[in-house]
C-alpha cells in the first residue's frame, strides 16, 4: 500500500512532487511542525499537541491554514487512509510560496502538510527500551521553545549519536547545563535521588509529555524539582530517561561510553513509564 500525504488541500501518493520551488518552508525553513504520537488508532493528546502548534505559529506570526475542526477532519482521513493503528502524526505549517525574499511575503497563504506512519506503539518491554546517550554542545538558536522545521543543529547532533553508537545526544549550554535532548526531553534522578527537569524557557520545547507526565507526578509521591542539571549532576545521575511524542519514557543507561547509575533501567524510570502508560493507553491495556 503506497503512503498518502496531505499537502495544501489534496491527498496526494507519498512520493510524489508536491511543494513548490519556493515554499518558504523549503528556502528559509520558514515554518512550524508537530509530531502527534498514535495508538490504537488515536491521536495522543490531540489538544496538547494543537495548542502547542498554535502558540507556535502565533510566535512566528503564521496564519492557521484550518479551522480546528477541519485540521481533525485531515488529520483522522490521513490515518485512514494510512492504515495506521501505532504510530505517528506529522504535521507541518509553512508560511507558503512567494517569490525568494527574506520579510514576511504579503500575500502568502500558509502551506499545511500532514503525513503518517507505523511505528513500534507503546514500549512494554522498558529494558529493551533503553538507550545509550552523548553529551554535544547545543548549537541552536535563542527561541527553541517554538517547534519550528529548522532543525540543522538537531540533525547534526543526532548524527554525532549515531556515529558515536547511541540514541540521543543530550545537548549543554555554554554554562554546562543540560538544556534538552536533541529530539527529546531530558530528566534525571539526581544523586539525592530528586527527580529533575530543566524548568520551561527559551532554550528549550515545551514538551507534550514533559507536560503529561508531570501531571502524572501530581498524583504521585516522588521527590520532583523543575532544577536545570549541571554536566556535572548529568554524569553522576542514578538515573537519566528522555521523554518524547515517540520515546515516550525513554531510560539512557550508558552516557559518553560509561554506565549510568548501575548501567540499567532504575525504579523511577520504571515507574513513571507505568503512569504514563496509564494515563496514555488506559488501565485496561498491558
Ligand atoms: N521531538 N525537545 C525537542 C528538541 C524535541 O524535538 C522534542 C520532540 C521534544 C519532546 O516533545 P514532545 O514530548 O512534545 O514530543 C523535546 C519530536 C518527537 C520530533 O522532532 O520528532
Redesign the pocket.
Known amino acids: 500500500m503506497s503512503r498518502i500525504a496531505y499537502v495544501d488541500g489534496r491527498y496526494v501518493p507519498l512520493g510524489e512532487p508536491a511543494i513548490a520551488i519556493q515554499d518558504r518552508g523549503y528556502q528559509f525553513a520558514d515554518g512550524v ?1 508537530e ?1 502527534i504520537p498514535v495508538l490504537g488508532g488515536r491521536l495522543v493528546d490531540a489538544p496538547r ?1 494543537l495548542r ?1 502548534l498554535e502558540r507556535s505559529l502565533g510566535e512566528l506570526r503564521i496564519p492557521a491554514p484550518l479551522s480546528g475542526g477541519a485540521l481533525s477532519v485531515v488529520m483522522a482521513e490521513v490515518l485512514r487512509r494510512n492504515r495506521v493503528r501505532d504510530g ?1 502524526l506529522y504535521l507541518q505549517i509553512s508560511r507558503g510560496v512567494a517569490r525568494r525574499e527574506h520579510p514576511f511575503p504579503a500575500r502568502a497563504r500558509p502551506v499545511l502538510v500532514v503525513t503518517a506512519r507505523p511505528g513500534p506503539g507503546f514500549p512494554e518491554d522498558l529494558d529493551a527500551w533503553a538507550v545509550a546517550a552523548i553529551t554535544h554542545p547545543d548549537q541552536r538558536w535563542a527561541r ?1 521553545d517554538i ?1 519550528s522545521i529548522a ?1 540543522l543543529p ?1 540533525v547534526l547532533a543526532r548524527q554525532a549519536a549515531r556515529e558515536a553508537g547511541a540514541y540521543e545526544a543530550i545537548l549543554l549550554d555554554g554554562a554546562g547545563m543540560v538544556t ?6 531530558v530528566w534525571v534522578v539526581d544523586a539525592a535521588g530528586v527527580l529533575r527537569t530543566r524548568p520551561l524557557d527559551w532554550a ?7 507536560e503529561a507526565l508531570l501531571a502524572c507526578l501530581a498524583e504521585s509521591n516522588l521527590a520532583f524539582a523543575e532544577r536545570a542539571v549541571s554536566v556535572e549532576e548529568l554524569r553522576t545521575a542514578r538515573e537519566i530517561f528522555l ?5 515516550y519514557v525513554r531510560p539512557v543507561i550508558r552516557l559518553d561510553g560509561a554506565p549510568v547509575g548501575e548501567g540499567k533501567v532504575g525504579p523511577v524510570a520504571r515507574a513513571l513509564h507505568a503512569l504514563l502508560r496509564r494515563a496514555l493507553v488506559g488501565e485496561e491495556a498491558g
Open positions: 511542525y509530531v499537541h502547542r505517528l527553541c517547534k532543525l538537531n534538552e535532548g536533541a529530539a527529546s526531553t528549550i520545547l515545551p514538551g507534550c509529555t514533559r521523554t518524547s511524542a515517540t520515546s
